[in-house]
């Protein structure tokens, strides 16, 4: 059997918490910031979790399953 390699691009934007939970970042930060409210941006700055429906395709991509 082969090794199971991991998705590239979701270990550049996916992390475990000590729990076991999967942290992501929010999207629409990055760019085209100026016609967003303040409150909008402060607000996509806080890390997220990934919804327990999508959890374990993620963990799979990262190659925890």
Same mark, same amino acid.
């Given at each position: ?11 550049? /934007?996916? +992390? ?5 939970? %999967?942290? /992501?970042?929010?999207?629409?930060? +990055? ?10 941006? /402060? ?6 979790? %990934? ?5 374990? /395709? ?8």
């Amino acid at each position: 059997m082969p090794k199971v390699k991991t998705k590239s691009g979701a270990k550049k /934007r996916f +992390s475990l918490t000590g729990t076991g939970k %999967v942290k /992501r970042k929010h999207a629409f930060k +990055s760019h085209i910031l100026t016609k967003k409210t303040t409150k909008q941006k /402060r607000g996509l700055t806080h890390i997220g979790l %990934v919804h327990e429906a999508d959890e374990n /395709r993620v963990k799979h991509m990262l190659g925890l399953q």
